[in-house]
């Protein structure tokens, strides 16, 4: 069989999958990144996304190092990610904004979690590990299903800096 010829193969043809499905121009206006995105300087842009979007603790030194097949971003800068989804929301004044819509079953079970609740339940979280004992370091397992509270374990690890991983109770 020549690599041209599927037949019989149904599996392989989604190899070859070539269709594209392009936005409309509507939707394409709202995108955040625009075809001149490419105009700008690789390291210059990804420079000026990392100050805009990110809160920084120590800012870098450096956009990037690549020695394939390593990369490394922002080298020398230190940030919290709990403190970046969660606090500087609430901070510039968006607290009562939703930072997340959980849904669950039956159907009718919903929540909707405002950046304010968000932190709240995640300053609880943190403190109920640090009684524990964990801090910056400790590694945490995580075994919970898809609730709302699996956000919150998530980012408190994140907040005290401890690497967690999450294995599914589903």
Known sequence: MSSGDTSGHAIETLFLEERRYRPTPEFARQANAQPDIYETDFEEFWREEGSRRVTWFEPPTGVYEWELPYARWYLGGKLNVCYNCVDRHVEAGQGGKVAYYWEGEPEDDRRALTFAELQKEVVRFANGLKKLGVKKGTPVAIYMGMV????????ACT???????????G
Do not use: Y
């Open 148 to 155: 709302p509270e699996l956000p919150v374990a998530m980012l």
């Open 159 to 169: 907040r005290l800096g401890a690497p967690h991983t999450v294995v599914s109770g």
